[in-house]
């Protein structure tokens, strides 16, 4: 009998993640084009899941894989490179077993129903990055932070910052204000109606002051905005059930629902006493990730994101996992104007009709007006069925016009990070961990973004810099820059 081979869909993207990410130990990278800035000093760091299979079983989600660090150290020597797993209690265990163990976000434990109620959730560590003086901390949505070396990437241990309870959840958005060094975050307790913990901290990490409110059921909230004096949060209309998760029957992402008569509830807080000023509803949207958030002239909050018009963008995020996807989830960049003494939306614009994710400002305009947003998008001409975002590119707001790389055929750049020029505040860089779908291969490429001679008009030009990495590092999540001393 004549055996019919099914055809395979996927794009080149599915190779970077189609095994398991492996480490390098801190290593000397080569410069493939161009010369490293010489006011470019500091650390890019990446965090992402870069292990979504283990004995010969696929996690059930993205969002499930164990995170790793990416580190790459500019400094008059060159670039040096390093990256590791995050080495959580779960991911020890899992690796010394060669085999999963635990449950996370889209799966749950292996084996017998008593397996979900004694290992229901392990902490992945594989979602964003905080640079603080001393320490970098791996963020994910469910526990405390993990630790790690600012250089080696060596994993500390788990860290309360002073003021979390044990498993007390600090999430992976942290927004800080770098005139004051004050950090604010946020976390999510689980229960028929969640507990949203807020917290602010000093520059080191520490937490000063906490406040917590209890919410209408189990709303998704992933991110949220310092918007000058304010801190805004978006409940968009998904619910968790949360009776399967507490059984065992179900994981998060298979427990979640999109209920658009909920509307998005909008919660916004004072960010000195982190009281609630007031609370709104509005029209039902999804969001992953704000851009930005700032207090016009008229006292109104002007709120940038990525905004999905229902939840389909789980399932897009789960066949990620799998290296084919066939959910198309679009987005569009949407502003919102809200009344801050009321929580009520004054008006809601399109930004830009193009599907885009990641959107973030400059880190010293995080919390006021920024001229330009950063931004992932698909390259102009990019059939999207089957692809994930294969561009960046620069939002200019002050006219409206949007600036895009030209990266090429089966390139797929990471979220784009904003480093300001050690030497020139005028001058300013863009880095992005690009994968090569052709060689299979990663790089770090390096951007112009001169501020003071048309900013990132200056995106569309070559890079001024790629430099190759001794091994392909999987599509990663968030990112950030810490500055040279």
């Given at each position: 009998?004549?055996?019919?081979?099914?055809?395979?869909?996927?794009?080149?993207w599915?190779?970077?993640?189609?095994?398991p990410?492996?480490?390098?130990?801190?290593?000397?990278?080569?410069?493939?084009?161009g010369?490293?800035?010489?006011?470019?000093?500091?650390?890019?760091?990446?965090?992402?899941?870069?292990?979504?299979?283990?004995?010969?079983?696929?996690?059930?989600?993205?969002?499930?894989?164990?995170?790793?660090?990416l580190?790459?150290?500019?400094?008059?020597?060159?670039?040096?490179?390093?990256?590791r797993?995050?080495?959580?209690?779960?991911?020890?265990?899992?690796?010394?077993?060669?085999?999963w163990?635990?449950?996370?976000?889209?799966?749950?434990?292996p084996?017998?129903?008593?397996?979900?109620?004694?290992?229901?959730?392990?902490?992945?560590?594989n979602?964003?990055?905080?640079?603080?003086?001393?320490?970098?901390?791996?963020?994910?949505?469910?526990?405390?932070?993990?630790?790690?070396?600012?250089?080696?990437?060596?994993?500390?241990?788990?860290?309360?910052?002073?003021?979390?309870?044990?498993?007390?959840?600090?999430?992976?958005?942290?927004?800080?204000?770098y005139?004051?060094?004050?950090?604010?975050?946020?976390?999510?307790?689980?229960?028929?109606?969640?507990?949203?913990?807020?917290?602010?901290?000093?520059?080191t990490?520490?937490?000063?002051?906490?406040?917590?409110?209890?919410?209408?059921?189990?709303?998704?909230?992933?991110d949220f905005?310092?918007?000058?004096?304010?801190?805004?949060?978006?409940a968009?209309?998904?619910?968790?059930?949360?009776?399967p998760v507490l059984?065992?029957?179900?994981?998060?992402?298979?427990?979640l629902?999109?209920?658009?008569?909920?509307?998005?509830?909008?919660?916004?807080?004072?960010?000195?006493?982190?009281?609630v000023?007031?609370?709104?509803?509005?029209?039902?949207?999804?969001?992953?990730?704000?851009?930005?958030?700032?207090?016009d002239?008229?006292?109104?909050?002007?709120?940038?994101f990525?905004k999905y018009?229902?939840?389909?963008?789980?399932?897009?995020?789960?066949?990620?996992?799998?290296?084919?996807?066939?959910?198309?989830?679009?987005?569009?960049?949407?502003?919102?104007?809200?009344?801050?003494?009321?929580?009520?939306?004054?008006?809601?614009?399109?930004?830009?009709n193009?599907?885009?994710?990641f959107?973030?400002?400059?880190?010293?305009?995080v919390?006021?007006?920024?001229?330009?947003?950063?931004?992932?998008?698909?390259?102009?001409?990019?059939?999207?069925?089957?692809?994930?975002?294969?561009?960046?590119?620069?939002?200019d707001?002050?006219?409206?016009?949007?600036?895009?790389?030209?990266?090429?055929?089966?390139?797929?750049?990471?979220?784009?990070?904003?480093?300001?020029?050690h030497?020139?505040?005028?001058?300013?860089?863009?880095?992005?961990?690009?994968y090569?779908?052709?060689?299979?291969?990663?790089?770090?490429?390096?951007?112009?973004?001169?501020?003071?001679?048309?900013?990132?008009?200056?995106?569309?030009?070559?890079?001024?810099?790629?430099i190759?990495?001794?091994?392909v590092?999987?599509?990663?999540?968030?990112?950030?820059?810490?500055?040279?001393?």
């Amino acid at each position: 009998m004549q055996t019919i081979e099914k055809k395979s869909n996927k794009k080149n993207w599915a190779k970077a993640i189609s095994q398991p990410a492996t480490e390098f130990p801190p290593t000397k990278l080569s410069i493939l084009a161009g010369k490293i800035p010489d006011g470019l000093r500091g650390t890019l760091y990446r965090n992402g899941a870069a292990r979504l299979e283990r004995g010969g079983v696929s996690v059930g989600h993205w969002f499930d894989g164990d995170g790793a660090i990416l580190a790459i150290h500019f400094s008059d020597a060159g670039a040096t490179g390093v990256y590791r797993y995050v080495q959580t209690a779960g991911y020890q265990e899992e690796t010394a077993a060669g085999k999963w163990l635990y449950g996370n976000y889209g799966m749950t434990a292996p084996g017998a129903i008593w397996n979900q109620w004694r290992k229901p959730v392990k902490h992945a560590a594989n979602t964003s990055v905080l640079a603080l003086p001393d320490q970098l901390l791996a963020l994910w949505e469910g526990d405390n932070p993990y630790a790690l070396d600012l250089e080696t990437l060596e994993t500390k241990g788990l860290n309360n910052l002073g003021g979390l309870a044990k498993g007390q959840p600090y999430s992976a958005h942290p927004k800080v204000d770098y005139e004051t060094g004050e950090i604010f975050n946020f976390g999510m307790s689980p229960g028929l109606n969640a507990i949203l913990h807020i917290y602010k901290s000093d520059f080191t990490g520490k937490i000063l002051k906490k406040a917590k409110l209890t919410l209408e059921g189990f709303p998704l909230i992933h991110d949220f905005v310092l918007a000058g004096q304010y801190l805004v949060f978006f409940a968009p209309a998904v619910r968790l059930n949360i009776w399967p998760v507490l059984l065992g029957t179900s994981s998060y992402s298979d427990s979640l629902t999109w209920q658009p008569d909920q509307g998005t509830k909008i919660i916004v807080i004072d960010r000195e006493t982190l009281s609630v000023v007031s609370r709104g509803v509005t029209d039902p949207w999804f969001q992953w990730h704000f851009g930005n958030g700032y207090v016009d002239d008229s006292g109104t909050v002007i709120v940038d994101f990525a905004k999905y018009a229902d939840f389909q963008t789980n399932e897009y995020l789960r066949q990620v996992a799998t290296g084919e996807t066939q959910t198309v989830a679009k987005t569009t960049l949407t502003r919102v104007q809200l009344n801050p003494q009321t929580g009520k939306v004054t008006g809601i614009e399109t930004l830009l009709n193009r599907t885009c994710e990641f959107p973030h400002v400059p880190a010293e305009n995080v919390g006021k007006f920024s001229r330009y947003s950063y931004l992932s998008i698909f390259r102009e001409g990019t059939d999207t069925q089957g692809e994930i975002l294969n561009s960046i590119a620069s939002f200019d707001h002050q006219t409206a016009t949007l600036t895009e790389a030209n990266v090429g055929e089966n390139l797929y750049p990471s979220e784009p990070i904003y480093a300001p020029d050690h030497q020139n505040s005028h001058q300013g860089w863009v880095l992005t961990v690009v994968y090569d779908g052709n060689t299979d291969s990663s790089e770090v490429w390096v951007f112009n973004s001169d501020t003071f001679g048309g900013g990132s008009q200056r995106l569309d030009e070559e890079p001024v810099c790629k430099i190759g990495l001794p091994r392909v590092i999987p599509h990663s999540f968030h990112g950030t820059w810490k500055p040279g001393e």
